[in-house]
T-cell receptor, first 109, second 116 residues
Framework: QKEVEQNSGPLSVPEGAIASLNCTYS??????FFWYRQYSGKSPELIMF????GDKEDGRFTAQLNKASQYVSLLIRDSQPSDSATYLC?????????FGKGTRLHILP | DTGVSQDPRHKITKRGQNVTFRCDPI?????LYWYRQTLGQGPEFLTY????????KSRLLSDRFSAERPKGSFSTLEIQRTEQGDSAMYLC??????????????FGPGTRLTVL
């Protein structure tokens, strides 16, 4: 089992709709969870992190964490074409951060 | 610009040559990480420093790879006798970690290495 799993996509969402990105992880000892956005040819950009069960909102973005199910998600409300990118889920393990392969998101104008 | 910077942004080299990359972290960040990313994959951890101490190196990392952070500020990553399989984006990230804080890492723009 991979440490951090994401559906590679592409996930196509109409402009203005809610995009839902999902991630599962294997290490129950993980404490911190991150979402990064990466445009093609660019480096990852931190969107938000979460470490408590429940929801955390920041603007159009909401991260959701369920430690019992070892599941993290990212919701993007009012999706914009500029949200088209690869979204990387990352989980801490010891002193490192382990990344998933990312989900490609395509917002349809 | 107070973000993480990396130099060079692009490097093309011939197989067997040595290459060195530099990373300047965000000022006062005490941790510095090196990652490698290939197409369609997430960043893969290579090594990290806390201040000048190299605390961990990936077991998957060949001994052709070496990294330093001599004064706890900038870091260099050297690859000796490059191979075509070393072609990738090399990413540097930095963070400020203290007791009970979340290790939030910020990435530099990366160095894209092409080995011919």
């Amino acid at each position: 089992q991979k440490e951090v799993e994401q559906n590679s996509g592409p996930l196509s969402v109409p402009e203005g709709a809610i995009a839902s990105l999902n991630c599962t992880y294997s290490d129950r000892g993980s404490q911190s969870f991150f979402w990064y956005r990466q445009y093609s040819g660019k480096s990852p950009e931190l969107i938000m992190f979460i470490y408590s069960n429940g929801d955390k909102e920041d603007g159009r973005f909401t991260a959701q964490l369920n430690k019992a199910s070892q599941y993290v998600s990212l919701l993007i409300r009012d999706s914009q074409p500029s949200d088209s990118a690869t979204y990387l889920c990352a989980v801490n393990r010891d002193d490192k951060i382990i990344f998933g392969k990312g989900t490609r998101l395509h917002i349809l104008p | 610009d107070t973000g993480v910077s990396q130099d060079p942004r692009h490097k093309i080299t011939k197989r067997g040559q040595n290459v060195t990359f530099r990373c300047d972290p965000i000022s006062e960040h005490n941790r510095l990480y090196w990652y490698r990313q290939t197409l369609g994959q997430g960043p893969e951890f290579l090594t990290y420093f806390q201040n000048e101490a190299q605390l961990e190196k990936s077991r998957l990392l060949s001994d052709r790879f070496s990294a330093e952070r001599p004064k706890g500020s900038f870091s260099t990553l050297e690859i000796q006798r490059t191979e075509q399989g070393d072609s990738a984006m090399y990413l540097c990230a930095s963070s400020f970690i203290q007791l009970l804080s979340t290790d939030t890492q910020y990435f530099g723009p990366g160095t894209r290495l092409t080995v011919l």
